[in-house]
């Protein structure tokens, strides 16, 4: 509140004012495009007027001076009035007029609009949601996999701008590396700068030169490079490499539209390298397109057989995506694990569900996010932005919903993904929820979410190992320490089966913290030494090679993966059931 100032639009209409509110309708074009898409496409019939207090709601949420709400006659203990579809729209534009002549600062209608818009929408679903024109420029290029860049991943830590890993074949693999500060772009220094502020100056066209100042530890000189951007390869599948036992390992982090085209070359490769099983690691993926979820799911479902089916609001809608391939492709069928977690969501909920409820592998880890409501994708002519509507729901083969159950209170239901289960209780998994069977008799679970066939433990992160994650300490203290040194392995394979943190180097990392204002006791370092020798050990491994070998010393202490390990002979007597049930 300001000067004891706010505002508060009451649910009332005047009908002497319609003619005036007319004159807002040109305003009103986002809103009134929107609200028409809601009511034709949406998956359940919606309430008019429900949408309008939900528009209202979101219409105050715009306002930053003051306490702004909005009160719906059931708040104010009123008879709700009957509007029809006029009067509706005759509401919204008083509302824009009343804010726009009344509000303390002047607020653009287009603002206003959005806020509108965006309040509508979370009336409806945690999903339904609007993007701005810039907005859909970026899923569009997020989803088709490339950009025109110099390749690096980054981070904005304290106002410096950090290099944390060279995209390997990008311009600036071989000249940057893992804990340089890059400290001018053009000449201009950096410091204090932004995210949006960093990709906007390090984009550009194929070919445009971009000059960087970099400072690197182990060097006094500020190092000068000239980088030329190029398209760069967003990877949906950045890690895929053999693990011991003959065990192929395959990392998915979303599905955009390269994504089973990257499987599919994955997998031969591993095939090559003497794969006998595979482990297929979909934790904290998010999701994507749901026809690259098809195509994903579809090299490991035989032809003709159900992926995922999608219901919406009419009786004839249901649409089912079957799989077109021969069993395992090509190739001999694997025994396979799926790994999912919390973070498992939308696509990769469609794999796991079908690999689930087709005998396919065995799914382990724990219960996805549960994400299973279709969004349509409406570019919008009133401002070139897009609008993603849910249209339909997603189940598996044998029926089961993804989507797990939602208030319009969006923070709890994304908590709600990681709180609704106790992670030491397989019982709390599936307490309560519907049972399905597979072909071979297996008990699968329903009520959102696909509930692992194993549940694993979860490694438990103290604050301290949290603090230490989130503030990139041992990324920049990799920097240091691998800057002055340089008697490291030259091969990777070398390094990571023969090299130890030493001594010195922890005893380093502690004065490194207590010199950045860390309280650090001996306690610490002794209850997290397994924890700091992990992350030390990746950490200069980044340094010294790129992203993937930093991934794979993370690997080699990742328990999941280690107990998913033990799952193949399961799996094993899975695939011999189901190829010998010839089902």
């Known amino acids: 509140m300001i000067g004891g100032r706010f505002l508060v639009l009451f649910y009332v209409l005047s009908v002497s004012w319609v003619g005036a509110a007319s004159a807002w309708h040109s305003d009103l074009r986002l809103v009134l495009e929107v609200r028409d898409k809601i009511h034709r496409e949406y998956v359940d019939k919606v309430d008019s007027l429900r949408v309008i207090d939900a528009g209202l709601d979101g219409l105050v949420t715009v306002l930053d001076a003051g306490d702004n709400i909005y009160r719906s006659p059931s708040e104010l203990g ?8 006029r009067a509706q729209v005759e509401l919204l534009a008083e509302a824009l007029q ?12 287009d603002s206003l609009q959005r806020g509108v818009v965006r309040g509508m929408l979370s009336g409806l679903d945690p999903h339904s949601n609007y993007l701005s024109a810039a907005e859909y420029a970026d899923m569009a290029e997020t989803y088709r996999g490339d950009f025109e860049g110099i390749g690096i991943y980054f981070e904005v830590r304290r106002g410096r701008l950090l290099v944390i890993a060279p995209i390997v074949g ?3 693999y071989g000249k940057l590396r893992a804990g340089d500060h890059i400290v001018a772009i053009e000449g201009v220094p950096t410091d204090g700068i932004s995210t949006e502020e960093v990709i906007e100056k390090l984009r550009g066209p194929r070919g445009s030169p971009v000059r960087l100042g970099v400072l690197r530890q182990g060097r006094d000189a500020l190092l000068d490079f000239v980088v030329r951007r190029e398209r760069i390869e967003l990877k949906s599948l950045p890690y895929a490499f053999m693990l011991a036992g003959g065990t192929g390992y395959v990392r998915i982090v979303r599905f955009a539209e390269t994504t089973a085209a990257e499987l ?3 997998l031969a490769a591993l095939r090559l390298q003497g794969m006998k099983r595979l482990l297929l690691d979909l934790r904290d993926n998010g999701g994507g397109l749901l026809q690259q979820a098809v195509e994903v799911a579809d090299y490991f479902v035989d032809s003709g057989s159900l992926i995922v089916y999608t219901e919406g609001r009419e009786f004839d809608s249901r649409h089912e995506y079957r799989a077109r391939r021969p069993f395992w492709g090509e190739g001999e069928p694997l025994p396979l694990v799926v790994l999912i977690d919390h973070g498992s969501a939308s696509a990769s909920e469609i794999v796991a569900g079908a690999v689930q409820d087709l005998d396919l592998g065995l799914v382990a880890g724990q219960t996805s996010f549960g994400k299973g409501l279709v969004q349509g994708q409406f570019p919008l002519r009133s401002n070139g932005g897009l609008l993603l509507l849910t249209v339909a729901r997603y189940y598996t083969p044998l029926g089961r919903l ?3 159950p939602y208030t319009d209170d969006i923070q709890a239901y994304i908590q709600a993904g990681v709180d609704d289960v106790d992670p030491n209780s397989i019982d709390s998994l599936r307490a309560g929820k519907e049972i399905f069977y597979t072909a071979s008799s297996r008990a699968v679970y329903g009520g959102g979410g696909i509930t692992p066939d194993v549940l694993l433990r979860v490694e438990e992160y103290s604050d301290f190992a949290i603090d230490l994650f989130s503030s990139g300490a041992i990324a920049d203290f990799s920097g240091v320490w691998v800057g002055g040194r340089g008697d490291w392995p030259q091969d990777f394979a070398e390094y990571r089966t023969g090299y130890e943190v030493p001594e010195e180097g922890f005893a380093a990392f502690a004065a490194f913290l207590r010199d950045e204002g860390w309280e650090v006791g001996a306690e610490d370092f002794s209850a997290h030494r397994d924890f700091l020798y992990r992350e030390l050990k990746a950490g200069f ?3 010294l090679w790129g992203d993937e070998q930093y991934y794979r010393v993370r690997l080699d202490g990742d328990g999941e993966v280690e107990q998913s390990l033990g799952l193949f002979g399961e799996a094993s007597a899975l695939l011999a059931r189901r190829t010998g049930a010839g089902y």
């Open 78 to 85: 009123l008879e709700r009035a009957s509007l029809d579809d």
């Open 541 to 543: 491994a980044r340094v």
């Open 98 to 109: 009343e804010v726009q002549g009344q509000y303390l600062l002047s607020v653009s209608p």
């Open 170 to 172: 990008s311009p600036s």
């Open 264 to 266: 599919g070359r994955a």
């Open 402 to 404: 993804i989507q797990r």
